[in-house]
């Protein structure tokens, strides 16, 4: 797999053509999945690991998006990426909202 090494100023003005992290729909995949845990799931601690899985896929899947290291298609408006990510905007505003001493466990 080639990858783009960004220098500093050097960013990209463009999506890539393919992208970059070539499991990242896989990865897409895992996180829906682990979202649908983290719902039916009640034991803190296993809630608290799923956070940090699915918090640490939406923190690595930014960085590709802002750096234009992903296809457009993965930003389209009904893509499995989009529509995880819209899921997962709701479902920790609702955490967020409900139990914030949730996100203290967390940490």
Do not use: H
């Not at 992903?70 to 955490?95: C, F, G, H, R, T």
Request: hydrophobic residues 35%.
């Amino acid at each position: 797999m080639r990858q783009v090494v960004a220098r500093r100023g050097n960013k990209r003005s463009k999506f890539a053509s393919l992208t970059q992290d070539t499991c990242f729909w896989a990865k897409v995949e895992k996180a829906r999945d682990l979202l649908d845990a983290l719902r039916s799931t009640s034991d803190p601690i296993q809630r608290a690991r799923y956070w940090r899985e699915i918090d640490s896929f939406a923190s690595s899947a930014k960085t590709l998006v802002e750096n234009k290291e992903v296809s457009i298609d993965v930003v389209a408006k009904n893509s499995s990426y989009s529509l995880w990510l819209k899921d997962y905007n709701e479902l920790k505003s609702q955490m967020e909202l409900f139990r914030p001493q949730f996100f203290e466990f967390c940490e």
